[in-house]
């Protein structure tokens, strides 16, 4: 078992601090998904890692000025977000961050082919729309 609690300790370090995981970024036998959900919640407890929901973590940034961890980034949460609803991010925010117009977006839409019901994200207001065109550059 502490080989076993090792590796996955070895694979949670080696995922960029920042970056969002779910279990499907780790390999392990699928019988032990208990134990991984076990470790990761004693990891979460003990402030190696954060918890975002129901199975997603992340591994905090160490603050350079020694202020503590920083929390996850807005990007990083849009990526988790759209690879979890299997989408885009489309409308005002999007068109902000091109440049093409002046509105502050307060709802991010995202395009998926089966929308969901609008909901909130951490601090984030998510509305979904459906998605005609499915073949996109990431």
């Not at 779910?22 to 134990?35: C, M, P, Q, V, Y």
């Not at 690879?83 to 005002?92: D, F, R, V």
């Not at 961050?97 to 509105?103: D, F, V, Y």
């Not at 998510?126 to 499915?134: L, P, Q, R, S, T």
């Given at each position: 078992?502490?080989?076993?609690?090792?590796?996955?300790?070895?694979?949670i370090?080696?995922?960029?601090?920042?970056?969002?995981?779910?279990?499907?970024?780790?390999?392990?036998?699928?019988?032990k998904?208990?134990?991984?959900?076990?470790?990761?919640?004693e990891?979460?407890?003990?402030?190696?890692?954060v918890?975002v929901?129901?199975?997603?973590?992340y591994?905090?940034?160490?603050?350079?000025?020694g202020?503590?961890?920083?929390?996850?980034y807005?990007d990083?949460?849009?990526?988790y977000?759209?690879?979890?609803?299997?989408?885009?991010?489309?409308?005002?925010?999007?068109?902000?961050?091109?440049?093409?117009?002046?509105?502050?977006?307060?709802?991010?839409?995202?395009?998926?082919?089966?929308?969901?019901?609008?909901?909130r994200?951490?601090n984030?207001?998510?509305?979904?729309?459906?998605?005609?065109?499915?073949?996109?550059?990431d």
């Amino acid at each position: 078992m502490a080989s076993f609690r090792k590796e996955i300790l070895g694979q949670i370090e080696r995922i960029d601090t920042g970056r969002i995981f779910t279990f499907r970024d780790l390999s392990f036998e699928t019988e032990k998904t208990a134990n991984v959900a076990v470790l990761l919640s004693e990891q979460s407890r003990k402030g190696v890692l954060v918890r975002v929901e129901k199975g997603a973590y992340y591994r905090p940034k160490k603050s350079v000025l020694g202020l503590g961890k920083l929390p996850v980034y807005q990007d990083e949460q849009f990526r988790y977000l759209t690879e979890k609803l299997n989408g885009y991010i489309t409308g005002a925010y999007i068109y902000n961050k091109m440049g093409l117009t002046e509105q502050v977006a307060t709802t991010i839409t995202i395009a998926t082919p089966n929308p969901v019901r609008r909901f909130r994200f951490k601090n984030l207001d998510i509305e979904c729309v459906k998605a005609y065109c499915m073949d996109y550059p990431d």
